[in-house]
């Protein structure tokens, strides 16, 4: 061992992969929130803003700005939850559905270069591992933590 921890390496990659994520996803004219709420909205449809928000970590009031900027860009709509005429239950429009395509496509490249220098088996091995950490942490799946922090993150 070179005297730095795995934890201390972990950080150290995963703030690298974040910096490189938001660069790749910048040329979509995207933020690391917004892909966040895209994807959730996209794996699970027709949920109200408040159950994103709560599944997210978020403030409600933080979630609406997010939702209204992507549905001004027509990736979003809301439509009014036929059980509860209160809330607003959230949808990929048509070309939000074709937007995801190009997301996907980022994530995989981001992905490929990140893991470049592994060998497939090894990458699978890593995935297992941080899967099983991520799970013994008590983190969300498919939630970054950082979504909660605010505008900036």
């Known amino acids: 061992m070179n005297g730095f921890g795995s934890a201390f390496l972990l950080a150290q990659v995963g703030a690298h992969a974040?910096?490189?994520?938001?660069?790749?996803?910048?040329?979509?004219d995207l933020t690391p929130p917004q892909v966040g709420l895209l994807r959730?909205?996209?794996?699970?449809?027709?949920?109200?803003?408040?159950?994103?928000?709560?599944?997210?970590?978020t403030q409600p009031t933080r979630l609406v700005a997010l939702v209204d900027g992507l549905e001004k860009r027509g990736l979003i709509e809301r439509?009014?939850?036929?059980?509860?005429?209160?809330?607003y239950a959230l949808e990929l429009s048509e070309d939000g559905?074709?937007?995801?395509?190009?997301v996907a496509q980022a994530a995989a490249a981001h992905?490929?270069?990140?893991?470049?220098?592994?060998?497939?088996?090894?990458?699978a091995t890593l995935h297992t591992l941080?899967?099983?950490i991520a799970?013994?942490?008590?983190?969300?799946?498919?939630?970054h933590p950082g979504f909660a922090r605010g505008p900036g993150s």
Request: glycine share 8%; proline share 4%; no cysteine.
């Open 18 to 28: 974040a910096q490189r994520f938001t660069e790749r996803i910048g040329e979509l």
């Open 40 to 57: 959730l909205v996209a794996t699970r449809p027709g949920q109200s803003q408040q159950a994103i928000a709560a599944q997210l970590g």
């Open 79 to 87: 439509r009014r939850n036929p059980e509860d005429r209160r809330l």
């Open 97 to 102: 559905r074709a937007f995801m395509g190009r």
């Open 111 to 123: 992905d490929r270069a990140l893991t470049e220098a592994l060998s497939d088996d090894e990458r």
């Open 130 to 132: 941080l899967t099983k």
């Open 135 to 143: 799970a013994d942490q008590g983190l969300t799946p498919g939630v």
